[in-house]
Each structure stands twice: as structure tokens, then as C-alpha cells.
């Protein structure tokens, strides 16, 4: 049975500022739930169903169906809903390569570069404050547990560029290089820009490396790639020399 | 005004056994709109709260916004909504690189990759039955207009690829060759399978050449990329070679 304060403490968590108030977030289904069992995020309270979980019994709410629609977010609850802790926002190394993102707006995008952060080894992944909330239920459902190896923090980009000035800056803009024959190194910050408007002016002043990935059909210059199939392209390009010599 | 029976009609064209029945689907928003009356596609009715749009008066139909909520699929309806007629399902040409989708069921990854094949000039697109419909409202609103530059169409892929037993077939398996040292034609059919379970089996038998993406975290076999971004690296990698030669 669920109380009215914890429905609505829950539900609340769907809002950036009641997230940041009681410093928590929301996992929903039973893969996502047991991969954040397993990280190092700290458990709050879980409410399921059916399913088992070796956590201990002050955590455990058994709830019904009904008693699940209620506070979950999706349109089809799956069995498992979990609180779980923010950690605190600490400012992560920048060490290898370092995805930046400036801007990013829509949760399902994050979500996708998340994983992809999580696919190629990208360890840190740098956000402007005004990129969307990492602990946005869309963006937790989207990320499918990569969220748990992913350093992410939040900064104010220009200052935190300027002080790890060490590492060159790579970004995509229009009159890049060719990313297919631009030298990519080991070491580096790579800055994704907003969906619709790009990078900022003032980060773009501290690009020290343009580049971009060449369009085969024919050109039409309104038409871009989505900021995560973007992505994905170039982390591909950065990694692929060390693929080979696996 | 509108007639409760373009009313009825337009909605029902959300559902893909209507869409069938009349040939006829929906593309929303003024640039979407623009670039399909710019393209082969045959305008059957457009209806419009303010654009002024070169076309015919007869198919002209100016709204207000209380009416083109009643029509739209939209939360936020884009000033403008038109509606064209499906083209017949011609088997296409295939030749240089085929793009062949196997069972992908999500809209938004459908989208994606049409736009994917437009940025990469992958004329040809070959979808499998039960691959969600390229006319499907979601589809055509994630697509981006990249839908009037792609060739689609809907076979079996089983007698589609026998027939075409010309070119090789590259299917992304987990056992396949890593794809960054893999040699990569020019003439090839690549096959994406469905989201959940892969590329099917019968379908895996016509597989002349096996690839995969090579992954750089920690190995965690129950991971894998969203098919669309999947698609992106691969589309990537069968491009570069020539985008260097440039």
C-alpha cells in the first residue's frame, strides 16, 4: 500500500527542482533497476510487483499494478520503480577523450549519447548547465543503465575549457576539416552542440579544431544529421585506429 | 471550414490499413510541407493557417487553429498540413550500396535512418513487411522531408535477395569481422535487423559477409547500439574510403 506522501514525493521527481531538492531521482523496470542496484548509486526505497531482489527488506515495497500506475512515468509500468540518490556533482578528470555537450536539449538524445559514451569507453562526459537533467526520467529510460558507468557532470563550459586549456578542443562546424582524414587524437575534448542552434558563439572561441562529417548525397545545406547520429559518427572515427590494432 | 469527412479522413490516415485503403498520407509542419510540394509527390489537399504556399487554388484549404488541432497529429500543430498520395511500391533498382531493414518497428528509428541514407546517399532503401510503415505520420515527421530524396520500398526479403544474389549481403552479427579493418565495397546490400532480436534467422542464412561494431568499455554482452546510431557508424565506415579520395 502506498502512502499520499509517497505518491507524491515520487511523482514530483518528474521536475528538475523537486529532483534537486530531495537530491533524487527515479528507475523504472526491472533491467534498469538491478543495473543501478549494481553501481554505486545508494538506493532509496523500491517498489515492485513480482520480482525478487537480494537488497534488504527496509528498501522493499510490494505494491500491486494498480498501486505502480501511480507513480510511474511510463505509459506501460514495468514491474520495477526505484529511488535512488544524486550523487553529488563532482568535476570529473578530463583525461582521453572527453565528450563536451553544449546545450543539449531533448532527453532521448542525452539518453542515446549516454550509451554511446558507455559503448566507446568514454569515461567523462561534460554538460553545459543548460542541458537537460541526466536524472530526467526520459533520460534514465533512454540511457538503459549506461548512466551507472558514465561520469557525467555539469559545468559552466567556458571556464572549464579555459582551465584544462592542456587539451586541444575539437568541435564540429560547418567549415571543419574532414573528419575522415583529420588526425583525431587520443587526448581531447570533443563539443556537440545544441540540436538547433549549434555550438555557442563563446565556446566556439575555443575551438582549436574544427571538423565535420562530409555529406555524400546531394548538398543541400539546411539538412543536418541528429546531434547523436552526429555522435556516434565521429566517436566511431576517434576510436576506430585503436580497433584496429586490437 | 472543415467537413466532418475530411476530418474523418485525414485522422484516420494515423492507421496504416487506412493509409492503404485511400493511398493518401499526411505531412505536417510549413518546411516538411514545402519540400514534398517541391518533390514528386502529388499533392491531393493542403490546409494552412497563415503560409502563403504556390499551388494551385483548388487545393487550398485556409484553416484556423481551432480546426488544424481537430486534423493534426501533433501536440503542437505547425501551420500547415497536407495531404499526398502514397506512390506505388516499385521495386527498386539496387545498385551501389542497399541499404535493407529487417524488422524495425520503431518510428523514430525508421526516420532516422531515412535520414541517414539521405545524408550518407544511399539512394535505395528495401524494407522488410513488417518493418514499420515509411508513410506512418511518426515516420514522415522524424524524416525530416529526407523521405521525397530516398527510394523506399516494401519486398520479402527472401526471393529480394536471392533475386539479387549479384551483389554481396553484409550483415552486422556479433561474430562478424571488426568493421573498421573489414573491406568494405562499394556494391553491397547491408542489412540492420529489428531492435529487440536482431537480424532474422532465415535471413541470417543469406549473409555473405558477417560485421560488427567493435565495443570499447568494459564487454557487457546484453548491451548493444540503437539500431539507428548502428546504422550511423556502419553507413560511416562503407563511406569513408571515398569521402577521402575527395
Redesign the interface.
Known sequence: MLSKSQIKLIKSLSQKKFRNKHKLFVVEGLKGVKEFLDSDFKLVSLYFTEEQFEVADRFLNKIDQKDLKKISFLKTPQNALAVFEIPRNEENQSKGLTLVLDGIRDP?NLG?II??C????IENLICSPDTVDCFNPKVVQAS???LT?VSISYNDLLPFLKKNSHMPVFGTMLDGE?I??AKLPEEAFLVMGNEANGISQEIQNLISKKIT??????IRET?S??V??AT??IL??F??N???E?
Chains 1, 2 share one sequence.
Open positions: 532521448g542515446t550509451r554511446l558507455d559503448w566507446f569507453g538503459m543503465g549506461s558507468r574532414n575522415y582524414s562529417i562530409p555529406q555524400f548525397g546531394n539538412e544529421l541528429n547523436a547520429t556516434s559518427i566511431s572515427e576510436r576506430r585503436s580497433a584496429i586490437k
